[in-house]
């Protein structure tokens, strides 16, 4: 029994039935409904011109936001609302606040990644119509545009506000009618190459974990920024999928006095303000990881359970003393999360099990948390390398420390001898230069187009000096590359 | 002829008009239909390229029955199944279609796929099982150099006797710079959609700068006549130079396999072959030898520029020749010998990109001034200043044109003053002393940009324009639509002839079978040429109109005349539609065509001398960095633009180009970086892991202006400017600010290696080597 996909387009219910689940959002709706607005620009998720927006119903209000179709599969709509670029003309073609701002302002010259930077702006706009340039320029990290030079859609931005909106209410009723209280499942065989694609997304932690029983060789989805690629770029044919996204007890943040927990399946967006209050510089690693895209969809889970060495989070995970929550029918474990990554793609997840949650100690008053990513381009772009450190200063000695590190080895890595060379040094006579030159001395990265091996070991040596600084009070002689000299 | 015209307010629409882009609303609402978007016939094929795994060797065997029979494949072509010319090449003949033996790069096309899905296509040519013969690739300037494999003799461009003037010389200076190449990354890739005619000739709508070719090289590849063949374009996402050869080779197999399966064919490249498979910025190593005297005024120089080629010849030599016409960039230089080595290598032939060589060529110049200011311990500016070209005798370019109506003086002069170069670069000095870890710099360059295409022949444009009897106008030329705002400027120009409102012209696809034999849509000469070509269209028919009126009326011509929709003859004024229909009753002709080349130009490769140009473009910007000592990054704090478009046609699109120009330029001087491994694989073939400037990497301060004294000295269209190009240059002053700042590290006694792109990791490498020459002088 195959389930047919539902969700909410231009205020109609939409049924899709006998598909292949791994067709993306952007496929559909271009070449089934026609509507060719939004464009496949990379087919990866980072230039945003298939950038649509999705309208999902939590706690009894609608909630939208921007994704990448280019790498969404067509199940991800299920019991959502679909909003494109033809959506928001009004009937009469007058145009959308957003639509006629960038017309004003001259937004678009070649056009081709308009339609995704008029979702990329809907989305903004319907959380704040007077933007700062901070927020215009967070909105927009995760849409390339190669001819304008930004300035006329960063105006089109600020003034989309002045425009009078007929914007509907959103129909919370109607996507209510399209929620299901039983799992989605999909079988589909392919007409051309013979083959069955099954697709089934788990609403309980129960029912996930009698499925991983029985099909523990199927691929788990969540956010699918990379399992997206596995199909798209590597064209990898997903016979077997379970995705993780509508299960219930992943998607909760549970804090309490010690610790932070986070459910595998919440995505960046969702767990940005916790880690936020957490600690500021991990949160601003957050804010520059992926895009508004990529955060809507991808999620801290995903990015651990994939093992890629150069996954954004990880480095600060590992400082911060994180521990992993694994479980499966036959019951659950906490392992450190360092310890999770055995070798270049190699995770310690066995048959039947699924990363469930993170659990974060909360740092305490003593700790110093200084986390540093270094890429070519500031924002949305993958780190070569990445720095990550909690020190736990008391009366002057370093009385703890933890190291994580990125990009300097095949997996996340703690950074053991370095932390020796710096665990109970007293700061006034600390000597920085020899913790730095145990630092390059653990690691061996490789050189690639993102950094040569010098430069990533040269560079994390430097952030562990600019955390000495933090910890000695003379980073405000540091200066900092990012916001703060943003406006000159 | 009334050149000078200001803004009608009579008419919406007419030339100074700040326009939207005639698409404008379509982009924003999707309605703008591009290639991919057209709707899918009954039996489309899509298809996919075979692509070599190897940079350089040898087919030994190749096995497609696998491919043939993957699901979903309908057709495999390869050499074999070519009827005319396997040569998709602009000029040389040495562009294959399909390699059949020598392979020259990783990503060369063998063999095309065609299926009922492009997912079926894509999958199917992975499965071509090749034996190849793999031979030592050159892949490098270096590799290249120690085989001798070039494209042609080293070319000389020289003036004087630069040799003998260095050795006299009282300070002297030598370096090197190399430049990265950079990738288009139009966000349309290349694409074509092809539908096969009942005489054996096919029509392709192709996303090109240059339909007129994608049309006489498909005739080639099929063994049919030009006329069988017609390519369309509405318009492109983007361009760039990216379309100006590369869409042949998509455009050549989609038509061959819609002519031999009589059926429609699309092909759409995925990103990353795209990345692959096309053409880029060549990259350079450039040498200097430079003598000057104590003000910093050149004396000599003499410059070696080397560049990667790749695999053929596609535009390399004039893009080559561009690099040499621009190393003065604004600067007489009384003793000059340029060379320029054109080196051959098993990487994708490398092609036009914005600025054609020039930006290159440009960035030695600019190095050489700043370590002049370096040595002589003066501000940059002055050093720019002392060189800039002047009157006689200081006008002669290494080429032998003379520099008429040099403004550049004037511009650096406002830009210095609105941009408070001088006291900012007194608070920079400030902030260096008291900052350890951060670094600021700041840096003015110029640009001097010459405009015509420098092959003759291209310097050329048509257009057609219909009237119909209600008086609505449809227009046609041969200038294509990447974006840039060409057919609202041409409308404009048609508007203002006819003084009607802009909404009466039709603006419409450009398509070889309305104007032939068009040049590319590139050289930043579209609206110079086919506005101007437009324009002759239009005083055709409006010569037609004035005599049928002055007939009719019985009026003399020379009170006949257009305004305010209307044409006023003697004291009657007649709406333009009901003559038009009048005229249609008393059969005069109300269709016609326009002509234009461009006057003034010729030019002798031989000895690397003539009036190549018809004008120079002009522009100077300011930026002001910072950079983290520590790791490299950095970040454009403020830039300040002063560019002269003479009068501008529309000053909204014309700003358009300037900002998008020099964004593009930052990106291409910053984190653009092309890497490709020791195999000759690009590894930097998708968004993922090739970086163009986002929003936040625009400066947040960008104050951007028009040179209000602006006019062209040629009678060009209304004395505007062309536009396209020259920005792209002004982000030299975000490379030329990046070197200051590092050179801050050093105290400014030594010129600074670094080389573009400024990644973080060069900027780093750059100044970890000014700290070790700070240690070594302590």
Known sequence: ?488 | MRMDSSANPKIRGGVRQALTHDSAAKHVSGGAIYIDDMPEERGLLHLAFGKSEIANGKIVSMDLSQVRSSPGVELVLTADDIPGKNDVSPIAGDDLLFADKELSFVGQSLFVVAARERDLALKAAQRAEIVYASGEPALTIARASERGSVLEDPQVMERGNAPAALQHASHRLAGKLCIGGQDHFYLEGQVCHAIPDEDGGVLVHSSTQNPSEVQEIIARVLSIPSHAVAVEVRRMGGGFGGKETQPALLAAAAALVAVKAKRPARFRLDRDDDMIMTGKRHDFEAAYDVAFDESGSLMAADITLSSRCGCSADLSLAVNDRAMFHSDNAYYIPDVRITSHRFKTNTVSNTAFRGFGGPQGMMVIERIMDEIAMYLELDPIEVRRANFYGKSPRDVTPYHQKVEENVIGQIVQELTTSSDYVHRRDEIKAYNSENAFTKKGIALTPVKFGISFTARHLNQAGALIHLYKDGSVYLNHGGTEMGQGLFIKVAQVVAEEFQIDIDKIKISSTTTDKVPNSSPTAASAGSDLNGMAARDAATTLKARLIAFAAEKYDCAADLISFNDNQVLIGNNAVPFERLVEEAYFERVSLSATGFYRTPKIHYDRDTHSGHPFYYFGYGAAVSEVIIDTLTGEHRVLRTDILHDVGKSLNPAIDLGQIEGGFVQGMGWLTTEELYWDDRGELMTHAPSTYKIPVCSDRPAVFNMALWSKGRNPEETIYRSKAVGEPPLMLAISVFSALTDAVASVGAHRKMPMLDAPATPERVLMAVEEMRSLAAEAS
Not at chain 1, 23 to 50: F, H, I, P
Not at chain 1, 145 to 172: F, H, K, L, V, W
Not at chain 1, 372 to 378: G, L
Not at chain 1, 419 to 446: K, M, S, V, W, Y
């Open chain 1, 1 to 488: 029994m195959s389930d047919a996909i539902r969700f909410l387009l231009g205020g109609d219910v939409h049924t899709v039935k006998d598909v292949n689940p791994t067709m993306t959002v952007l496929d559909y709706v271009r070449q089934t409904l026609g509507r060719t607005g939004a464009k496949e620009g990379c087919r990866e998720g980072d230039c945003g011109a298939c950038t649509m927006v999705l309208g999902e119903l939590r706690n009894g209000r609608v909630q939208y936001r921007a994704v990448n179709t280019c790498i969404l599969f067509l199940p991800a709509l299920d019991g959502k609302e679909l909003v494109t670029v033809e959506s928001l003309s009004a009937g009469d073609g007058s145009l959308h606040p957003v639509q006629q701002a960038m017309v004003d302002k001259h937004g678009s010259q070649c056009g081709f990644c308009t339609p995704g930077i008029v979702m990329a702006l809907y989305e903004l706009y319907l959380n704040d119509r007077t933007p700062d340039l901070d927020t215009v320029n967070d909105a927009l990290a995760g849409n390339l545009c190669r001819c304008t030079g930004y300035g006329p859609i960063i105006a089109a931005a600020q003034s989309m506000g002045t425009y009078t909106s007929n914007d509907a209410e959103p129909n919370g009723a109607a996507l209510k009618d399209i929620q299901r209280d039983r799992p989605l499942t999909i079988t589909h065989e392919s007409a051309d190459t013979e083959q069955t694609f099954h697709y089934v997304a788990p609403q309980t932690l129960t029912d996930l974990h009698d499925l991983l029983e029985k099909s523990p060789k199927a691929t788990i989805l969540a956010g699918g920024t990379d399992v997206g690629l596995w199909v798209t770029k590597r064209l990898k044919d997903l016979n077997s999928i379970i995705d993780v996204t509508r299960v219930r007890e992943l998607k909760q943040i549970i804090e309490s006095k010690r610790d932070l927990t986070i459910g595998a399946g919440v995505t960046y967006t969702d767990l940005f303000a916790a880690i936020q209050s957490l600690h500021p510089s991990f949160g601003e690693l957050v804010r520059r990881l992926g895009s508004v895209q990529v955060r809507n969809s991808g999620t801290m889970g995903g990015n651990i359970a994939n093992g890629s060495p150069i996954g954004d989070s990880m480095p600060a995970l590992i400082a911060l003393g994180a521990t992993l929550i694994v479980s499966s029918k036959n019951g659950t474990r906490e392992l450190p999360i360092e310890d999770f990554f055995i070798a270049y793609g190699e995770q310690d997840l066995r048959p039947g099990e699924i990363l469930e949650r993170i659990r974060i100690p909360k740092p305490s008053a003593s700790d110093k948390i200084s986390v540093y990513k270094i890429s070519k381009r500031f924002d949305q772009d993958i780190s070569a390398a990445c720095l990550a450190v909690r020190a736990t200063i008391r009366q002057g000695t370093v009385a703890d420390i933890r190291i994580g590190v990125g990009g300097l080895a095949a997996i996340p890595k703690r950074a053991p001898a370095t932390e020796h060379a710096l665990r109970g040094a007293a700061l006034a006579d600390l000597d920085i230069e020899t913790a730095c030159r145990a630092l390059r001395n653990e690691f061996d990265p490789i050189s690639d187009m993102r950094a040569s091996a010098e430069y990533r070991l040269k560079a994390t040596q430097s952030c562990l000096y600019k955390a000495y600084l933090e910890w000695t009070g003379e980073s405000q002689a540091l200066g900092v590359i990012g916001r703060d000299h943003a406006h000159g």
